[in-house]
Structures are given as C-alpha cells and as structure tokens.
Nanobody, 127 residues
Framework: QVQVVESGGGLVQYGGSLRLSCAAS????????IGWFRQAPGKEREAVSC????????YYADSVKGRFTISRDTAKNMLYLQMNSLKPEDTAVYYC????????????????????WGKGTLVTVSS
C-alpha cells in the first residue's frame, strides 16, 4: 500500500524540541520530493520544509529557518523533521506529503505535485 504515516507530535513547552517522523511505504522515498506541511487552526496549509529526490533542492519556510531541519533515512525509507526552539505559533497539524512523480523536486512554498498525504500529527507548543 502506497502511503505515508506521520508520528512524533505532542505537547511541548516554548523553547522545546520535537522530532517528527514520516514512514513511507509502497514507494522509494529517495526517488521523490517529500516534505512537511502544516495547518494551524483558522489558517491555510503552508509548506514548512521539502527535500527533493536529488537532495540538492531543499526548502525551508522563513519562519522555521535555523530552527527546523529536514532529513531522510533512505535505508529505512523515513523522513524526519527536527524542530528546535519551538514557539506557540508553530502549533499546528503537521503533514507529510510526497510527489509521486519520479525525480521530483520542491517548489519553494508551493506544492503543486504533492499528491500523497498522510493524516497528520498534532504539535502543540505552550507558552
């Protein structure tokens, strides 16, 4: 079954850290662009970070640069998002998504090709 499943969300205090994980199955993660997206209550979904199949094309939203790090483990077919120095404004449901086109790339804050989405994991940062 082709799917991505997120885990690792939870409640954390201001300034704390969390690591989100995304388990990919049914496809080879390294062959596709894959990333993290989030949607806060009452707001539109936004791209947080993305890594292309070649890993030379990586995107971070300005709001998370220097605090979040995207990485992947091709042996385990896993994607991660290390989140440090968390702020209340980082509170959102975080989604993992992949572009199933071969050798796909990231498009900055846009995500026209992301066609496989997980169900999301909730991150809550308390002040």
């Amino acid at each position: 079954q082709v799917q991505v499943v997120e885990s690792g969300g939870g409640l954390v205090q201001y300034g704390g850290s969390l690591r989100l994980s995304c388990a990919a199955s049914g496809f080879t993660l390294a062959d596709h662009a894959i990333g993290w997206f989030r949607q806060a209550p009452g707001k539109e979904r936004e791209a947080v970070s993305c890594i292309s199949s070649s890993i030379t094309n990586t995107y971070y939203a300005d709001s998370v640069k220097g605090r979040f790090t995207i990485s992947r483990d091709t042996a385990k077919n896993m994607l991660y998002l290390q989140m440090n120095s968390l702020k209340p404004e980082d509170t959102a449901v975080y989604y993992c998504a992949a572009d199933l086109s071969m050798d796909s790339r990231c498009y900055g804050p846009y995500y026209p090709g992301m066609d496989l989405w997980g169900k999301g994991t909730l991150v809550t940062v308390s002040s």
